[in-house]
Nanobody, 128 residues
Framework: QKQLVESGGGLVQAGGSLRLSCAASAASGRTFSGYVMGWFRQAPGKEREFVAAISWSGGSTDYADSVKGRFTISGDYAKNTVYLKMNGLKSEDTAVYYC??????????????????WGQGTQVTVSS
């Protein structure tokens, strides 16, 4: 059973915006305190790739070069929810987006295998 639940995906025209949300499932009772929370994406026929990460305790953030300046990761500590605001969407952003949590050090934030729990993914489709 997935411990994270993503939402907010959909179909959008190129240049448009979406905001993805990721919260712990009610059954998991998980909190994000002390974890690095990340977003990854996987397009058909491609490997899963790092998109963005945030250190829940320190607030540090990092982005893949391909989304820097267009995407923003943020956290609502009261709601235990992490967001990914995506602006200026391009057709190459089309993918299934996954939220994940890692108990490893922040230096491994872009490494998918360092993440301990994942969501089921949400589809983002950008039409050109």
């Amino acid at each position: 059973q997935k411990q994270l639940v993503e939402s907010g995906g959909g179909l959008v025209q190129a240049g448009g915006s979406l905001r993805l949300s990721c919260a712990a499932s009610a059954a998991s009772g998980r909190t994000f305190s002390g974890y690095v929370m990340g977003w990854f994406r996987q397009a058909p026929g491609k490997e899963r790739e790092f998109v963005a990460a945030i250190s829940w305790s320190g607030g540090s953030t990092d982005y893949a070069d391909s989304v820097k300046g267009r995407f923003t990761i943020s956290g609502d500590y009261a709601k235990n929810t992490v967001y990914l605001k995506m602006n200026g969407l391009k057709s190459e952003d089309t993918a299934v987006y996954y939220c994940a949590g890692s108990g490893a050090r922040y230096g491994l934030r872009s490494v998918a295998s360092a993440y301990d729990f994942w969501g089921q993914g949400t589809q983002v489709t950008v039409s050109s």
